[in-house]
């Protein structure tokens, strides 16, 4: 940590206590004024909790400091009363949320909350001047217009740059931004990015940032600190504990980055048992005859009542073996076409062909509905809150061969071992299964029908970094071993580069670039692509 | 191998006797008053339509909830006639609960528009009724004269009429309820997976709907015991001098200033077995929306 | 902003209200056409003569077939007659309807300015109210006042504030106006008492809902004062639902006040129904059913628009 210039928030020894459980241990960190600090951990990291002792939002939680201090500016805030608070909230410290629809209230044009911030925080001020002033801070487009929207009409985006705007009006020394970007697409998060780190320089404010992404911290943080489950493992400047780290869960985090290895090589990951990074081996490949599974033949998918294709038309041949991956923002028609492809969603337009016939012939039990299958992003979503994982598994096991009950029981069970799922789990319900083993239980289902093609739509973007690396892993050996076919839709470009050999790039619908995987992203020949590739967060 | 549960972890016990307090208060109070109303009148010393003694006499021991303006002993009255109220809304609700569900099921899951549509069109017309404009409409239609049985003249009447409503309000539950849950990833992931159409709605959508009906079911009870009770005040339902919640209390309603045990002790044992129910049916939402 | 979009939204929803008045008409039709044995009999009772019947059946059109005799249904609908009390000779059924209607609105308008007062008061109250068992006591008493049937809660309320102290009427009905207020209060009070618990549960629910929203976090983080904060942004957000509730409860709150009107002997449409059921008059209680069906409808209808204009998020739909 800088030792030049004075620190402005000081926490040292840090406990807190929230629904049951301490839910931090012992956490310290300084940051210098001016300076800026990133909070990273995966979901139970406890960094949102810190966030909130900053903020004095823990008690809203029914959350409890149980030990430590909190310094700003050499005053107390644990446990510091209203009066205090009054004085700092908006004033001194500010809270830039998490980016959602819900973060304004929606019945409310943004004006008036600009307004009713400014008369709070500034009173005496022109609240209508004020509020351009800090639209345009932002470096918010047409902000007469914005000033009379709702916020349902306002992009993400634009959205954040109101609550950006929003924690600048008093003029704070702190901002806490906690995950700003998290959810937003890949371009606009630079954007957002780039408004920080200009705000900052402009201001001369200190930043404490929360996030979950590495390369996301690389981009705008000078220093980092590492958090895994209420505690503070590893700390340093940005640099240093990005190239070097010392602690094997940094290293891990770094490692759960598809661009730190070699594509198509297995991610390192963390032993539970050994605390120690580990290169799995790479799976066998089984050999396959390359005939043509699936053909899009000109086919497009527009939504009734809309004015432009979801999808426009297309065409597109997957072969087997073949490793295929789509991207794209939100908005570009990149589920759609996943959705398409699997013969969930008919086209408006054109054949989708499964080994000659199209979806609307393969009807009952024709057995090539069992070729092409489909892993879902979200993964509690996915799966019948009421069926235990060994019977939802079952289930299609027995639709589709002749196996007996207790037999498909059995053999489902070996299916959800194959997938890595823990046994005691298999005859719980979901609810009470964590987000990595949902999406294996997915796998499994999947699976079972012995497909040739399956298409993962964003299959880790719910999940933890942790889990994200094992689930990759074990959808390039499962490709392996069973000689599959992939088509992956993701926004993320890494995983695409790690996972594909060649990759679509849509955009409004509309198939911009298709080609091999490698040039793609490192010599793209379309604009957009490479507009891309320059906004996403690398740690290469 | 799966493994033999433990008696314990059986779900419809942990449903009734779950985890909250109010949910234990409510199964409770109202299996003892189910019991009191099974029970006492087999006990009771006195008959529930004979003239034991004076009239108008306020509760004592002998008579706890004293005596009606014709001498007949209000306690055994009261429990005798909750066999008919609890009863009758039972049969009801569970017929409404089923019927609704299924239909609305059926609306909500089947591909074909007009299904829907023809089923929607027919709750919403019946839910757009008031209540007991339509029980009233039908109550003359069927008849209140005859006793069918051990039900009192005017009850067939009065069941048969909100058997006739109250499916609409589960129709349109259900069928809002497997609407939302056919556009959603888990029954998309079983048509993918190519479950058959039976098997989906059957086992995937099915059980979904059903718990939350099935916590409505519990807080209608409440509702169709009130509206049985309040049918004699209109002239329907369960006529005088059987006895049913609502006729004992309707026979009280003129002797207030003289005689308020008449109507207000079966009144208060009335709320409190809707209070009971609702701590029950309370608490079923309740855990349902802390996940 | 796309208003057009929200143009479509009320398009189809009118659509779907006339579908469900037309059914509704219907649905009226087939009910007094399912009446067992013969109505003209009944009606006469003692009075029964093979001339008479003739006579009575061919007034009430008895002896056409039957969609003919929807047909008159239907064109006396367009005309707006409803055919003649048979009960309440040389009365029309609209005549009868349309005296007792003022009362029984009267008295369901009280219900819901009482209802909705109270319930917006105490949902909020539970929701807001730092205090130990606050939401607790509130809750209990929404169960209690959902368990007692409103003519309970009707003798109850006579009982005490009549009978026992003597403040306000038991019960009748002076039919001059301002006369009528003392007398609606009591059952006023008791119409509310379902619609108040409905409607203190879910702006309760809504409050909570709103509470832990994101926009109130973020709002108390820039400093907002909470007196700000409860007024601006969690009233306005936690009543929405009122008004749909309102909308949807109207055919409870009819039923109510027919049972509320039979306790306190108020003569409106309950008293009419009551009196049209025991002396078999179809076409009253045809009517009946028709009228408050169709201002039911219509009531669902107004909210829905209503709603439509108060929250801008159901515009863009």
Redesign the interface.
Known sequence: MTTSTTPLLTVEGLNVHLGGRDVLHDVGFTIAKGDSLALVGESGSGKTVTARVVTGLIDRINGKVTGGSVKFDGQELVNAGPGTWTALRGKRIALVPQASLSSLDPVMRIGKQLAETIAVLDPGADTGARALELLDQVQMPRPEQILRAFPHELSGGMRQRVMIALALAGRPELVVADEPTTALDVTVQAGILKLLGDLRKETGMTLLMIAHDLAVVKMVSENVAVMRAGRLIEAGPTKTVLTVPVHAYTQALLAARPETSTPGSPLSILDRETGELRSPTATERVATEGKRIVQLDNVSVTYRHAAAPAVAPMSLDIHEGASIGIVGESGSGKTTLGRVIVGALAPSTGEVLVHGKTWKQIRGRNPLRRDVQMIFQDPYGSLTPWRTPRHAVAEVLRRWTDISAPDALDRAGQLLEEVGLPTGVFDKYPAKLSGGQCQRVGIARALASEPRLIVADEPTSSLDISAQAQILNLLMSLRASHGLSLVIVSHDLSVIRHMTDEALVMRHGVIVEHGASTKLFSDPDHEYTRQLVDATPTLA | MKQRQPFFALPWLRLAFGVSASRTIGVVVFSIIVLMCIFQPIFSPYQANEFVAMAFQPPSWEHPFGTDAVGRDLFVRTWEGGRINLVAAAIVTGFSLILGTTLGTLAGSSRRRWIDSLIMRVVDAVIAFPLVILLLALVVVIGTDRAWGPAPAGLIASMVALMCVMWAGYARMARGQSLAMRESDFVLATRVSGLSNSRIVLRHIAPGVGRITLALAVSDIVLVVTILSSLPFLGAGVQPPAAEWGSIMYEGRGFLRQAWWITLLPGAVVAITGLSLSFVADSLLDSRSKK | ?KTGAGWSRVARMTG?AL??LA??VV??FL??R???GDPVKVILGVEYTPEKAEALRAQLNLDKSIPEQFGTYIAGLFRGDLGESTSQRGRSVVEVIFEALPTTMSVVVTGILIGVIVGISLGLYAAISKRKGVDLAI?TWG??S???????VA??L??VFA?NFGWLPAGGWPNTWPENLPYLILPGIALSAHLSTTIARTVRQGAIDVMG???M?????????AK?LNL??IL??SI?PVLTLVGISF??L??GA??VE??FGIPGL?AE??RA??R?D?PV??G??LV??FT??LS?YVVEIAYTLV???AR?L
């Open positions: 902003m779907q579908l469900t059914s509704i649905l009226v009910l007094v399912l009446i067992p809750r169960m209690l959902f368990s007692v049937p409103t003519f309970l003798l109850l006579i009982f009978l929203q994101q926009y976090e973020a709002a108390a983080a820039r400093g907002l004062p700000t601006r942004h306005p957000n929405l055919g409870t009819l039923t027919i049972i039979a306790v309950g129904m009551t059921v025991g078999r179809y209680v045809q009946i059913a408050t069906g039911v409808v669902s929250d801008p998020r863009t």
